[in-house]
């Protein structure tokens, strides 16, 4: 009996070291990930797309700001390459067709992992981008997720100038995410003034009524369609 009972003890202290183990071993996994590892996460899934192309469709609601809808043809390559073929004037914020983070991330910046959360299963985790340099004075919020390691939204605050939000929704082309719709909210100060409409004397219609700017309060939609991924694209496409 005295036997029995010394094995039963070493068995239930064998379980019990098993699931130390096992407990520190999801406590290790599941530790957020360093914020530059994040970041490297996400760009090495957008690394893997050497070009694109796609057509595009912006629409523009911005007060004072008066531009049609408008369709263009979107090229992309790596690691640099960007070039929006368009009739007349667009607004293309380029973050919004290449969610890439690079030109956000300089050398002289602080990024800090602010939160970790939960949303439909998938993690995301929200990071901030912080200048070194007082004089800049531009926080950057990213929320990327985990799951697919995809840029999610951006949040760009300015001090004395406002903000401006960047929501991403994705669809799966040849096994890649890609931007379906973006859309840029705008909550500027000091943005653009009231504008004339042409006249003989201001043919053009951007004589304004009074000096001082009013601020950018609107949104630009971006939706995509047609993507043609890493199918090649020649060099003299980008060029000017």
Same mark, same amino acid.
């Given at each position: 009996m005295i036997l029995i009972h010394r094995l039963r003890s070493k068995i239930k202290l064998a379980d019990a070291l098993i699931i130390c183990l096992l407990l520190f071993e999801n406590t290790l996994t599941g530790q957020p990930l360093e914020p530059r590892a994040i970041i490297d996460k996400m760009q090495s !899934?957008? /690394?893997?797309? %050497?070009?694109?192309?796609v057509i595009a469709k912006t629409v523009v609601d911005? *007060?004072?700001?008066?531009?049609p809808n408008k369709t263009i #043809?979107?090229?992309? +390559?790596?690691?640099? +390459?960007?070039?929006?073929? #368009? =009739?007349?004037?667009?607004?293309?914020p380029k973050v919004g067709f290449m969610p890439s983070v690079t030109d956000l991330i300089k050398d002289n910046v602080d990024i800090t992992l602010r939160n970790t959360l939960i949303e439909n299963k998938q993690t995301i985790y929200v990071l901030e981008i912080t200048p070194r340099e007082e004089k800049f004075n531009i926080a950057t919020t990213l929320w990327i997720n985990a799951n697919r390691w995809t840029l999610e939204k951006v949040?760009?605050?300015?001090k004395d100038f406002g903000e401006s939000v960047i929501n991403f929704?994705?669809? $799966?082309?040849?096994g890649f995410w890609l931007p379906d719709t973006t859309t840029v909210f705008l909550n500027m100060k000091q943005g653009i003034p009231d504008m !004339?409409?042409?006249?003989?004397?201001?043919?053009? /219609?951007?004589? *304004? @009524?009074?000096? $001082?700017? $009013?601020?950018? %309060?609107?949104?630009? #939609?971006? =939706?995509?369609? /047609? @993507?043609k991924v890493n199918q090649g694209i020649d060099d003299s496409v980008f060029d000017n």
């Open positions: !899934q957008l /690394g893997k797309i %050497t070009d694109y192309a911005i *007060p004072n700001l008066r531009m #043809t979107v090229f992309y +390559k790596r690691p640099d +390459k960007f070039s929006v073929k #368009t =009739s007349g004037f667009a607004i293309v949040l760009i605050s300015a929704n994705y669809v $799966k082309i040849n !004339q409409r042409p006249s003989v004397e201001y043919p053009v /219609g951007f004589m *304004p @009524y009074d000096n $001082k700017p $009013k601020d950018i %309060t609107g949104k630009v #939609t971006i =939706s995509f369609h /047609g @993507y």
